[in-house]
C-alpha cells in the first residue's frame, strides 16, 4: 500500500482525529485549572509588594494607587486578593501546594472568590468550628459554586445567631401594638364614614391611636 493510501485510510484519519481530540481536550482542562489558580501568584506577588512598600520604589505614594494605575485593579478587588492568598498561607497553607492542584480536577478547584467566603466565614463569631470544615468540604473538597456557598454561609449564621430573649419579647410586643392600632385605625375610618358612632367614641378612638403610634414608635 503506498503512503497516500496510509495516509487516506479512514481507521488512520479516526485515530489521527481521536490524538488531536484527546489533546486538546487535555489542554482545555490544563488551561481551566490554571484560570482557576493563577490568582494565586498574583496575590503571593500583590502580598510581598504591599509588605515590603515596594510600590514607593515604583513611583506610588500608596498601594491603591499602584493597583488601579499600573495593574488596573479596584483597590477592593486587590485587598481581596491580598487578604486571601494571606488567609491560605496561614490558615490553609495547603492548598498553595501543587500536590494539592495536581490532585483535583477543574470542577474542583475552588476560586478566590468561594475562598474568600471562607476567610470571611472563619471570622464570624456566630459560627463554630463544625460550621468552618463543613464550608471548607463544600470549597475544597467539592468545588462548591460561589453563589452556593454564600447561601449555605448566610443559612448557617441565621441559624446560628443568638437570640435576645428581651430584644425578642420586644419584638413581640410591637408587632401586637402594630395590630392593635390597625384595627383601632379601620374602627375610626368606618364609624366616620358609616356616621354611626357618637363623636365622643370618635375622638377617644383618636387619642387611643396617638398613643399607640407613639408606642410603637
Known amino acids: ?27 482545555i482542562l490544563k488551561f481551566t485549572k490554571d484560570f482557576k489558580t493563577s490568582w494565586v501568584s498574583l496575590g503571593q506577588s500583590l502580598y510581598s509588594a504591599w509588605k515590603d512598600k515596594l510600590y514607593h520604589a515604583w513611583g506610588y505614594d500608596k498601594f491603591e494607587y499602584y493597583t488601579e494605575r499600573e495593574l488596573g485593579l479596584k483597590k477592593e478587588t486587590a485587598l481581596k486578593l491580598l487578604k486571601t492568598y494571606l488567609f491560605l498561607e496561614q490558615d490553609e497553607p495547603a492548598y498553595l501546594t501543587e500536590e494539592f492542584q495536581e490532585q483535583r480536577g477543574p470542577v474542583k478547584v475552588p476560586g478566590y472568590e468561594s475562598i474568600n467566603l471562607l476567610r470571611l466565614a472563619k471570622q464570624k463569631k456566630e459560627l463554630n468550628r463544625d460550621d468552618y470544615l463543613h464550608l471548607k468540604g463544600e470549597i475544597f473538597e467539592k468545588g462548591k459554586d460561589t453563589s452556593l456557598v454564600r447561601k449555605d454561609l448566610t443559612a448557617l449564621i441565621k441559624e446560628r445567631k443568638i437570640v435576645d430573649p428581651d430584644e425578642e419579647r420586644d419584638k413581640r410586643n410591637k408587632a401586637a401594638l402594630q395590630r392593635f392600632l390597625n384595627a383601632v385605625r379601620a374602627f375610626k375610618k368606618d364609624m366616620e364614614s358609616l356616621k354611626l358612632s357618637p363623636a365622643q367614641l370618635i375622638e377617644d378612638a383618636d387619642r387611643l391611636m396617638k398613643k399607640l403610634e407613639k408606642e410603637v414608635g
Open 1 to 27: 500500500m503506498s503512503t497516500m493510501d496510509t495516509r487516506l485510510n479512514p481507521l488512520n484519519q479516526k485515530k489521527t482525529v481521536d490524538v488531536t481530540s484527546d489533546l486538546l481536550r487535555t489542554q
